[in-house]
């Protein structure tokens, strides 16, 4: 299978992942809007989903999936499953060790995310209890992430892709089912997510059996127990990981601070914010996520196999189909943030006032989705290479250069200032990283791009025009009672946005056909 091929996959799968979520999102905002109830609700889901990040998405999988490749390679996948079983094992004495700490030591976590909230008891304490209710998630899904790296591993991305989809079933089952008939409502969103960790993991676990992980458990256990567990591979693993879980971290903390930022502003604030990142995480998961999951084993392997060309010619190629479907989103998002909002938020609880301030924050995201994208394909250049000591120290100065902006944007856009900070510093992320992989030559971009960029701009700039005009053509918080209305508009406006941008770039000799092939 081309790695185009794979990409659409992923991606169509990713995108039902994405459409449950906007279902489940419509859910959440109907029935509970943004109020100080939500709010406590975002900042004790947020710890749980903060350490998955850091210890399997995130730092693990970038220190595991390298290695793990290199030993397929090399020594066949007997070694390779025998090396996963050693990673899983440490994963999870060391994740059940957190969870335990982290449902002792709730309080003083939610302090540290939100000290806004102390002025509040009953919604700080609301906040400590989800916390715990839902601190267990973070061993389930963190298994599962690992999982999800060793079918990447063996080819198999589908399955992992739709992992997601298990949780948004469960949030939407959970808040049809269960807030109806609870004394807090909010209580069954914590439900939801314990209930789909489980079920995730659970078909994780089926998964790796349907490739043959299991076939030889016995034997695999027996050289486990007998053989030095503390090999070459797992203390390489681990001297990736120290620095890595430092360079994700950076990031966790800037979404920690940035999340306290918001506890001590207007109340809805870290609700309004949590909205518009759940719009955001459509774009960079169909493309960056999709992209990045193909992306890293493949880069590994070439980097094993001593192929430095073909490491440059998958970057280039990740680049390229980046720039050519970031931009026009980009664009288009933040022209039609309000009625994007308005289609997927605007009922029941959801007011007008929380529209626009939902809207704003999705405006401030969507300078930085190309910065976002671009990150996930340039960041595994390095990772494929088991290079992690680059990233921390961009990743340091970006966090620093976000604070600033913060110090600087907040004042005077208050939440939304928050989303341009991240947007503005993603950018220079994207934009300092490559710079070195240039410089160091492991990539190597071509003559072609500057009319490349050029032309995509062209394209961009049409994009613009028939966004900015038809984002205006309808009073969308009056087409509130006619929704049907509404989504059937959005569509029109949506399809005709892209419509234009891909005639006019094949217009003017941008072929997408020659973008795909890889």
């Avoid at 609301?126 to 601190?135: K, P």
């Avoid at 626009?356 to 300078?367: F, N, R, T």
């Avoid at 910065?371 to 990233?391: D, H, M, T």
Wanted: positive net charge; contains cysteine; aromatic residues 12%.
């Amino acid at each position: 299978m081309t790695l185009f091929k794979s990409t659409l996959s992923i991606s169509l799968i990713t995108l039902v992942s994405r459409v449950s979520g906007l279902i489940r999102e419509m859910l959440f905002a109907a029935y509970f809007g943004a109020s100080s109830q939500t709010d406590a609700f975002f900042v004790a889901f947020r710890i749980p989903n903060l350490l998955r990040r850091l210890f399997a998405e995130g730092a693990l999988s970038q220190a595991f999936i390298p290695v793990l490749s290199e030993v397929k390679t090399k020594k066949g996948e007997s070694a390779c499953q025998l090396l996963s079983l050693k990673i899983l094992t440490v994963l999870l004495c060391l994740l059940s060790s957190i969870v335990v700490l982290g449902i002792i030591f709730a309080d003083y976590i939610v302090f540290a995310m939100s000290a806004g909230f102390q002025d509040d008891e009953a919604i700080n304490d609301l906040s400590v209890n989800l916390a715990r209710l839902m601190f267990p998630y973070i061993l389930f899904i963190s298994l599962s992430a690992l999982i999800s790296g060793i079918q990447n591993t063996f080819s198999e991305f589908k399955l992992p892709a739709f992992i997601p989809v298990i949780l948004n079933v469960a949030f939407i089952a959970s808040i049809v089912l269960l807030a109806p008939v609870l004394d807090e409502p909010i209580y069954c969103l914590a439900i939801g997510v314990i209930t789909g960790g489980i079920a995730q993991l659970t078909l994780q676990i089926w998964g790796l059996n349907r490739i043959g992980f299991f076939k030889d458990t016995r034997q695999n256990i027996t050289l486990l127990l007998n053989s030095k567990f503390l090999d070459e591979n797992v203390r390489k693993i681990v001297r990736i990981f120290i620095p890595a879980t430092f360079a994700v971290s950076i990031a966790q903390i800037s979404i920690i601070i940035n999340t306290n930022i918001a506890s001590r502003l207007e109340t809805g604030s870290i609700s309004w914010l949590s909205y518009a990142d759940r719009i955001m995480e459509f774009p960079t998961a169909l493309l960056g996520v999709a992209l990045g999951t193909v992306l890293l084993p493949n880069l590994a392997e070439a980097w094993s196999a001593g192929k430095n060309q073909r490491i440059s010619d998958l970057i280039d190629w990740g680049l390229k189909l980046v720039f050519f479907l970031a931009l026009p989103i980009s664009v288009i998002v933040y022209n039609l943030a309000v009625p994007l909002a308005s289609v997927i938020f605007h009922y029941g609880a959801f007011s007008d006032y929380d529209l626009d301030k939902s809207a704003m924050a999705i405006s401030a995201y969507s300078i930085g989705i190309v910065g976002l994208i671009s990150v996930k394909i340039i960041a595994p250049g390095f990772y494929a290479r088991q290079e992690i000591k680059i990233p921390v120290l961009v990743g340091i100065l970006t966090l620093i250069i976000t604070q600033i902006l913060n110090l600087i944007l907040v004042p005077i856009y208050q939440h939304a200032g928050l989303a341009y900070a991240i947007s503005i510093a993603a950018c220079f992320n994207a934009i300092l990283l490559l710079s070195i992989l240039i410089r160091k030559k492991i990539y190597r971009p071509n003559k072609s791009w500057f009319m490349f960029v050029a032309k995509i701009i062209i394209g961009c700039i049409v994009v613009y025009l028939v966004s900015a005009y038809m984002s205006e053509v309808f009073d969308w918080k009056a087409m509130r009672t006619q929704p049907l209305e509404r989504i059937f508009y959005f569509t029109v406006m949506l399809v005709t946005c892209l419509a234009a941008y891909l005639s006019i770039t094949k217009i003017i000799g941008l072929n997408f056909k020659n973008l795909i092939k890889q």
